[in-house]
């Protein structure tokens, strides 16, 4: 009898189907068995690696959100409950969630490296602290930066977790490093045993009296009694130790906005929502996110640097990354006559030492009610009277950058990017117009550093670089750390190409001593400046970069780009005038110009030219022919006067200066880089030799702030030189920003001492102020039609203003230094710190 009727649906399937593949089937499956046989009988034969491949991340799944927390009474019973389970898996699940550490690690390296080579310790004799070090995940990884065995005299692990610890003794056994103990302890009762050392050199015994290094990576987030935690650090480190901390937080930007002292709030902020989920979802193992934990490590320790960073691969989780020092190191006397040193170097000031201080202010009150104080040291003596630390500033390895308050909106404005990413001024007229040397105290606008560094060359006494943009100074402050830190090889890469693959790892491993907080923490989230495969690089940035990109679209368009190349490599102006009317004509077309060039939204977003310097060439332009004063406002005439002055400017050059080899300025815009044979002298082998050697930029002070402002808290008649560029075009003509700032630039220069200024304008309506304020004005570089006045030929005029006279400083200049410290705490926003 049929088991299945051929009328059913079951016989109408299988009578359709091809014995063929009915074959197959059957084939397949007999395979798979097979198969599956064949593993279960290997599996049998052979152990299989649960802490690998798949079950790594199953365990840290299970571990992390459906494993149930163990019942206990005290924090070892709690971490062994979560840890215990993924302990052989750990390393492997928190590479990519535990960002940073190895940033961490390479900073506080950098830091250690600092001080060998500046004799503050030697090779060797290090003792460090890794506190929760869990599984010795970070020890290892510091190898990268350092050699451990032998760098180190001992390192000490310290974790509560019994499972971790055990993953650490079997880590270093496998290394082989004998200088290394794992100790199973709370952190909070961890104390380092006595060593005695004995110098090879002197035979002299010394005791170890603490940690040179401690570290806590994503441990203090899981500690409940943090701050005895954060209290034991600072007896547990040197009084010159340095702490480094990784970890996760959330903290609204208004929690630190009224403080000096963190060392910048540059990306802190981490929005409601942000905050509100990452507390709860952490929460669930036991990880606290409450901005108290960062907060009061700041509290209890000096910011040497803070950054703060997202996990973008994992959702954007925030984390930060924190290097810091014993805050009383600069508050003992010692400190405090480092402070009064630093503070008499910001203002020119003589200095005074602590035991004579109190009584030269009471003859200088006597005379006077006031006494010239930088912000900084107002700052600073408010911070020591509150026990709070002081701002990151005094804590850096070089004092040459100044406290600023980098929330103010003065400074805000800019966002997050400088304007100019090279100068736009010829340093060689700057030196045969002033002849620098070696008794000078400069005063100078910083835009890219380019002719700060230029002057430094000439070793001045000591040079106030001053801008109001942060951006512009962390840009000098990238061109010094790199001159300190780096071979010419590598600082041309930067500042020559403009681009360098390796700059991250050249930022966190060498530059970060040299660099202050705020300054590092802004070139660590634009390191893509350097290091993307795209575009020009450093060249290519900055808010001038619209205008020079644009350029170089047209020529693109146009199918101009060999002829560019041509005009940057021929070796003769005759050459080189035969190339530019090919170019010129698309360049200089008057519907370019109309269109885009000539509108005040170019002028100001794509060149950097402000509203009242662009009123200025187009007044020129009406005295000049003759016209009524009341077509200003036509949109045609305007256009005419702004296509006129690029015309003056870019034709001269090509006739008279050599762009493939000399005029280092129009070959980056065209070139989107210098060459070997074009560039600024900063950036040739000599200079580095000069610039690279120790103690080079001793003599630098870098301010951001107004110009009056600078000028207000330095000390009178203390500059010889002031080179103020084109910022006085900058003001309204209707206002009194000029006659002030000439007023005290008079007060600040010495007798005889030079302004040197340049103007968009033949004739600046401002060279009136300063001639009713003590100067002589002398025009010593003038425009015209078909002449270059220098390499650049941008401005109109040149002017040397020579203080022939002493005038009176108006008395609303007076400073408030002579405030009560009550009265000086009332005047915080006024004193914008």
Same mark, same amino acid.
């Not at 208004?254 to 905050?275: C, M, P």
């Not at 009136?768 to 390499?791: H, L, P, W």
């Given at each position: 009898?049929?088991?299945?009727?051929?009328?059913? @649906?079951?016989?109408?399937? /299988?009578?359709?189907?091809?014995?063929?593949?009915?074959?197959?089937?059957?084939?397949?499956?007999?395979?798979?068995?097979?198969?599956?046989?064949? /593993?279960?009988?290997?599996?049998?034969?052979?152990?299989?690696?649960?802490?690998?491949?798949?079950?790594?991340?199953?365990?840290?799944?299970?571990?992390?959100?459906?494993?149930?927390?163990?019942?206990?009474?005290?924090?070892?019973?709690?971490?062994?409950?979560?840890?215990?389970?993924?302990?052989?898996?750990?390393?492997?699940?928190?590479?990519?969630?535990?960002?940073?550490?190895?940033?961490?690690?390479?900073?506080?390296?950098?830091?250690?490296?600092?001080?060998?080579?500046?004799?503050?310790?030697?090779?060797?004799?290090?003792?460090?602290?890794?506190?929760?070090?869990?599984?010795?995940?970070?020890?290892?990884?510091?190898?990268?930066?350092?050699?451990?065995?032998?760098?180190?005299?001992?390192?000490?692990?310290?974790?509560?977790?019994?499972?971790?610890?055990?993953?650490?003794?079997?880590?270093?056994?496998?290394?082989?490093?004998?200088?290394?103990?794992?100790?199973?302890?709370?952190?909070?009762?961890?104390?380092?045993?006595?060593?005695?050392?004995?110098?090879?050199?002197?035979?002299?015994?010394?005791?170890?009296?603490?940690?040179?290094?401690?570290?806590?990576?994503?441990?203090?987030?899981?500690?409940?009694?943090?701050?005895?935690?954060?209290?034991?650090?600072?007896?547990?480190?040197?009084?010159?130790?340095?702490?480094?901390?990784?970890?996760?937080?959330?903290?609204?930007?208004?929690?630190?906005?009224?403080?000096?002292?963190?060392?910048?709030?540059?990306?802190?902020?981490?929005?409601?929502?942000?905050?509100?989920?990452?507390?709860?979802?952490?929460?669930?193992?036991?990880?606290?996110?409450?901005?108290?934990?960062?907060?009061?490590?700041?509290?209890?320790?000096?910011?040497?640097?803070?950054?703060?960073?997202?996990?973008? /691969?994992?959702?954007?989780?925030?984390?930060?990354?924190?290097?810091?020092?014993?805050?009383?190191?600069?508050?003992?006397?010692?400190?405090?006559?480092?402070?009064?040193?630093?503070?008499?170097?910001?203002?020119?000031?003589?200095?005074?030492? @602590?035991?004579?201080? %109190?009584?030269?202010?009471?003859?200088?009150?006597?005379?006077?009610?006031?006494?010239?104080?930088?912000?900084?040291?107002?700052?600073?003596?408010?911070?020591?009277?509150?026990?709070?630390?002081?701002?990151?500033?005094?804590?850096?390895?070089?004092?040459?950058?100044?406290?600023?308050?980098?929330?103010?909106?003065?400074?805000?404005?800019?966002?997050?990017?400088?304007?100019?990413?090279?100068?736009?001024?010829?340093?060689?007229?700057?030196?045969?117009?002033?002849?620098?040397?070696?008794?000078?105290?400069?005063?100078?606008?910083?835009?890219?550093?380019?002719?700060?560094?230029?002057?430094?060359?000439?070793?001045?006494?000591?040079?106030?670089?001053?801008? /109001?943009?942060?951006?512009?100074?962390?840009?000098?402050?990238?061109?010094?750390?790199?001159?300190?830190?780096?071979?010419?090889?590598?600082?041309?890469?930067?500042?020559?190409?403009?681009?360098?693959?390796?700059?991250?790892?050249?930022?966190?491993?060498?530059?970060? @001593?040299?660099?202050?907080?705020?300054?590092?923490?802004?070139?660590?989230?634009?390191?893509?400046?350097?290091?993307?495969?795209?575009?020009?690089?450093?060249?290519?940035?900055?808010?001038?970069?619209?205008?020079?990109?644009?350029?170089?679209?047209?020529?693109?368009?146009?199918?101009?780009?060999?002829?560019?190349?041509?005009?940057?490599?021929?070796?003769?102006?005759?050459?080189?005038?035969?190339?530019?009317?090919?170019?010129?004509?698309?360049?200089?077309?008057?519907?370019?110009?109309?269109?885009?060039?000539?509108?005040?939204?170019?002028?100001?977003?794509?060149?950097?030219?402000? %509203?009242?310097?662009?009123?200025?060439?187009?007044?020129?332009?009406?005295?000049?022919?003759?016209?009524?004063?009341?077509?200003?406002?036509?949109?045609?005439?305007?256009?005419?006067?702004?296509?006129?002055?690029?015309?003056?400017?870019?034709?001269?050059?090509?006739?008279?200066?050599?762009?493939?080899?000399?005029?280092?300025?129009?070959?980056?815009?065209?070139?989107?880089?210098?060459?070997?044979?074009?560039?600024?002298?900063?950036?040739?082998?000599?200079?580095?030799?000069?610039?690279?050697?120790?103690?080079?930029?001793?003599?630098?002070?870098?301010?951001?702030?107004?110009?009056?402002?600078?000028?207000?808290?330095?000390?009178?008649?203390?500059?010889?030189?002031?080179?103020?560029?084109?910022?006085?075009?900058?003001?309204?003509?209707?206002?009194?920003?000029?006659?002030?700032?000439?007023?005290?630039?008079?007060?600040?220069?010495?007798?005889?001492? %030079?302004?040197?200024?340049?103007?968009?304008?033949?004739? @600046?309506?401002?060279?009136?102020?300063?001639?009713?304020?003590?100067?002589?004005?002398?025009?010593?570089?003038?425009?015209?039609?078909?002449?270059?006045?220098?390499?650049?030929?941008?401005?109109?005029?040149?002017?040397?203003?020579?203080?022939?006279?002493?005038?009176?400083?108006?008395?609303?200049?007076?400073?408030?230094?002579?405030?009560?410290?009550?009265?000086?705490?009332?005047?915080?926003?006024?004193?914008?710190?």
């Amino acid at each position: 009898m049929d088991l299945v009727s051929s009328s059913s @649906p079951v016989g109408s399937l /299988l009578n359709s189907v091809d014995p063929q593949y009915a074959y197959i089937a059957g084939t397949a499956f007999l395979v798979f068995a097979l198969v599956a046989a064949i /593993l279960l009988y290997s599996f049998r034969k052979q152990k299989v690696d649960y802490n690998s491949g798949i079950f790594t991340y199953l365990k840290f799944i299970y571990a992390s959100f459906l494993k149930p927390h163990e019942k206990g009474y005290g924090q070892q019973d709690a971490l062994e409950s979560f840890y215990k389970t993924q302990a052989g898996v750990y390393d492997a699940t928190r590479k990519r969630l535990l960002c940073g550490r190895e940033d961490m690690l390479g900073l506080v390296a950098a830091q250690m490296k600092h001080k060998v080579e500046s004799k503050a310790l030697r090779h060797g004799e290090a003792v460090w602290v890794d506190m929760g070090g869990g599984t010795g995940y970070n020890i290892e990884a510091m190898a990268a930066f350092l050699p451990v065995d032998s760098f180190f005299s001992h390192v000490y692990l310290v974790d509560l977790s019994p499972s971790l610890c055990d993953v650490a003794r079997q880590r270093f056994q496998r290394l082989g490093w004998k200088n290394v103990s794992v100790v199973c302890q709370d952190v909070r009762t961890f104390r380092l045993p006595e060593v005695e050392n004995v110098d090879p050199r002197t035979k002299v015994s010394t005791t170890t009296s603490g940690a040179d290094v401690a570290t806590m990576s994503y441990s203090l987030s899981m500690i409940p009694d943090y701050y005895s935690v954060v209290d034991s650090l600072t007896s547990l480190m040197k009084t010159s130790g340095i702490l480094g901390v990784c970890d996760f937080y959330v903290q609204s930007i208004v929690d630190v906005s009224s403080r000096n002292y963190i060392g910048g709030a540059f990306n802190r902020h981490v929005n409601w929502l942000g905050r509100l989920f990452w507390r709860a979802w952490f929460d669930l193992d036991r990880v606290s996110l409450e901005a108290a934990r960062r907060d009061y490590l700041e509290y209890r320790f000096g910011t040497v640097i803070s950054a703060s960073e997202r996990n973008y /691969l994992l959702g954007g989780i925030p984390y930060y990354i924190f290097i810091g020092c014993q805050k009383d190191v600069v508050s003992s006397p010692a400190g405090n006559d480092a402070i009064e040193k630093l503070d008499a170097s910001f203002t020119e000031s003589p200095y005074l030492s @602590p035991a004579n201080h %109190r009584q030269e202010v009471e003859k200088a009150n006597e005379q006077s009610a006031r006494e010239i104080r930088s912000k900084a040291y107002e700052s600073a003596i408010i911070n020591l009277d509150s026990n709070l630390p002081l701002p990151s500033t005094f804590y850096q390895n070089h004092h040459y950058r100044i406290f600023y308050n980098d929330l103010l909106p003065k400074h805000t404005q800019f966002g997050n990017e400088y304007i100019y990413a090279f100068n736009w001024e010829d340093p060689r007229v700057d030196h045969r117009l002033l002849n620098i040397t070696r008794d000078d105290v400069i005063l100078a606008i910083t835009s890219a550093g380019d002719n700060v560094l230029d002057y430094l060359q000439n070793s001045p006494r000591r040079v106030h670089a001053v801008d /109001l943009n942060p951006n512009q100074n962390h840009l000098l402050e990238l061109k010094v750390a790199s001159f300190i830190a780096l071979g010419h090889r590598d600082v041309w890469k930067i500042f020559g190409e403009g681009k360098h693959p390796e700059f991250r790892q050249l930022l966190v491993s060498k530059l970060s @001593p040299h660099l202050s907080s705020q300054a590092f923490q802004y070139w660590l989230e634009h390191t893509h400046v350097f290091t993307s495969s795209h575009g020009k690089g450093l060249y290519e940035s900055g808010g001038s970069r619209h205008a020079i990109k644009m350029v170089r679209y047209i020529f693109k368009v146009f199918g101009l780009e060999s002829e560019v190349r041509k005009l940057c490599e021929a070796q003769t102006l005759p050459e080189q005038r035969a190339i530019w009317p090919r170019i010129r004509r698309v360049l200089m077309s008057r519907p370019l110009h109309w269109a885009v060039v000539g509108t005040e939204w170019f002028a100001w977003k794509a060149a950097g030219v402000p %509203r009242n310097q662009r009123n200025m060439i187009i007044d020129d332009y009406y005295k000049r022919n003759g016209l009524n004063q009341n077509m200003k406002q036509s949109k045609d005439v305007s256009g005419q006067s702004i296509w006129e002055y690029v015309i003056d400017t870019l034709d001269p050059v090509v006739q008279d200066t050599m762009i493939s080899n000399d005029n280092y300025f129009y070959f980056l815009c065209l070139q989107g880089q210098f060459s070997r044979k074009c560039h600024p002298a900063y950036l040739s082998p000599r200079a580095h030799v000069k610039l690279s050697s120790p103690g080079a930029f001793d003599s630098l002070r870098i301010h951001t702030d107004e110009i009056n402002e600078v000028i207000k808290r330095i000390t009178p008649r203390s500059l010889t030189i002031a080179v103020v560029m084109d910022s006085m075009d900058w003001f309204d003509t209707d206002g009194v920003e000029a006659s002030s700032q000439a007023q005290t630039l008079n007060y600040a220069l010495k007798m005889g001492g %030079r302004i040197l200024l340049r103007s968009a304008s033949i004739e @600046p309506w401002y060279i009136k102020q300063f001639e009713e304020n003590g100067f002589s004005a002398r025009r010593v570089g003038a425009r015209f039609q078909g002449t270059c006045i220098d390499r650049v030929n941008m401005y109109a005029s040149t002017w040397i203003c020579t203080k022939t006279k002493e005038v009176q400083r108006p008395s609303t200049d007076r400073g408030i230094s002579s405030l009560s410290l009550d009265e000086k705490r009332s005047s915080v926003d006024h004193l914008e710190l």
